[in-house]
């Protein structure tokens, strides 16, 4: 079988198994790549000469399987790429997506030099990781409620070189600061916490709803649990002055603003996803 063929019957077995999915042919296209150790040029230049081997057909196979079963791209590879770099991702951690570039983008006008940036809800690392990567003589810490997705931002950390300036701690918000050694005030905290209403969960597409993990999707009821939690503590680790960066639901923006504004923030802002739907809120901590 040539590579233009197993392509050509990736995207219809996608097709078929998952009719729903726009992102089909891109979607056969990089699992064929995995599959077979190649890149986009091998399609475009060799594929009707190119012969897929028994073996590379075999795991292409099996992650057609994998992918019409609703399981995103991004968990049968293990990776995503996110702000121009590569992440390793497992079902343990939310997959990086285009919407938290937004705020990664927004926070990096903050950073500068010896700063201190706490990640709330962490995840894969991929936000605090970026802002290192993207900025000299900064460190962070990281914190999240699952071992799980620690161990694969720690994995991030060592793949970007960064371990010498990321931390990770495991636990409930700011509990996760508790116990270690005497820390001074952050300069910067940026988090993408739980932010999906519960009850809202299980309408969404199977990718998510199905596939990623539930404890980092639920912010309660009506989705703000954790930015009331976020602001409650959020005096005792912030300087005054220090900037509070979060991403929101796309109907939640205002709510936040205004939490944050009874909560003692100033120079509140509102920031637009390129999609034109407000999510991102920042404010500077006032006295």
């Avoid at 609703?70 to 121009?84: C, K, N, R, S, W």
């Avoid at 990096?108 to 709330?120: A, P, T």
Wanted: charged share 25%; hydrophobic share 40%.
């Amino acid at each position: 079988m040539t590579y233009r063929e197993a392509y050509n019957i990736g995207v219809a077995r996608l097709e078929a198994a998952i009719p729903e999915n726009p992102d089909r042919k891109l979607d056969a296209r990089l699992l064929l790549e995995a599959a077979c150790g190649t890149d986009y040029q091998t399609l475009l230049a060799d594929g009707n000469e190119r012969i897929v081997t028994d073996e590379e057909l075999r795991r292409y196979e099996a992650m057609l399987e994998r992918r019409g079963g609703h399981e995103p791209v991004a968990y049968i590879l293990g990776a995503q790429d996110f702000m121009g770099l590569p992440f390793y991702v497992t079902r343990d951690v939310l997959i990086p997506n285009q919407d938290t570039e937004n705020l990664v983008e927004e926070a990096m006008k903050e950073v500068h030099g010896g700063m201190r940036i706490l990640d709330l809800c962490t995840g894969s690392g991929c936000i605090l990781l970026s802002l290192l990567h993207y900025s000299a003589d900064t460190i962070g810490v990281g914190t999240d409620l699952s071992a799980a997705a620690l161990r694969v931002a720690a994995e991030n950390g060592r793949r970007l070189g960064l371990s010498d300036r990321a931390v990770w701690r495991q636990g409930d918000l700011y509990e996760a600061l508790a116990g270690g050694e005497s820390l001074p005030k952050f300069d910067l905290i940026v988090s993408n916490p739980p932010y999906i209403p519960t009850g809202v969960i299980g309408t969404l597409m199977p990718e998510v709803a199905k596939m990623e993990p539930w404890m980092a999707l639920d912010g309660g009821e009506d989705g703000l649990t954790f930015y009331r939690r976020i602001l409650e503590g959020a005096r005792d680790e912030l300087k005054i002055g220090g900037v509070l960066m979060m991403e929101t639901g796309f109907d939640e923006a205002a709510d936040v603003a205004a939490m944050m504004r009874q909560s003692g923030f100033l120079d509140l802002q509102i920031i637009r996803d390129y999609g034109g739907q407000d999510r991102i809120v920042r404010g500077e901590l006032g006295l």
